[in-house]
Nanobody, 126 residues
Framework: QVQLVESGGGLVQAGGSLRLSCRASGRTFSNYTMGWFRQAPVKEREFVAALDGNARSTYYADSVKGRFTISRENAKNTVYLQMNSLKPEDTAVYYC???????????????????WGQGTQVTVSS
């Protein structure tokens, strides 16, 4: 069982930056592919970014490429999402997720991550 706790959300003006953190419980954090997702009001949850256990492979949604960076510190059981050049359309609840499957399998739209955090709100004002 893995428990995930996100932090770092808040209110920021358009063009600003935020860094989200997600701390995981357990001793085998490096075995998990980590992902970030978001859900805006009345919209479906959407994929944002993912990173494999050794931080060698990353994948981003087109809408955040060049603006967001996913990274991890396995020694701290933590994954980050650095968000720059934020836009009002980035406003959403952001969730981190963990799964022991390889990154390439988790990119399949029907493959669900096993573990999810409770989410952190990001609001970008115009």
């Amino acid at each position: 069982q893995v428990q995930l706790v996100e932090s770092g959300g808040g209110l920021v003006q358009a063009g600003g930056s935020l860094r989200l953190s997600c701390r995981a419980s357990g001793r085998t954090f490096s075995n998990y592919t980590m992902g970030w997702f978001r859900q805006a009001p009345v919209k479906e949850r959407e994929f944002v970014a993912a990173l494999d256990g050794n931080a060698r492979s990353t994948y981003y949604a087109d809408s955040v490429k060049g603006r967001f960076t996913i990274s991890r510190e396995n020694a701290k059981n933590t994954v980050y999402l650095q968000m720059n050049s934020l836009k009002p359309e980035d406003t959403a609840v952001y969730y981190c997720a963990a799964d022991q499957s390889p990154l390439y399998r988790l990119l399949h739209p029907k493959k669900e991550y096993d573990y999810w955090g409770q989410g952190t709100q990001v609001t970008v004002s115009s």
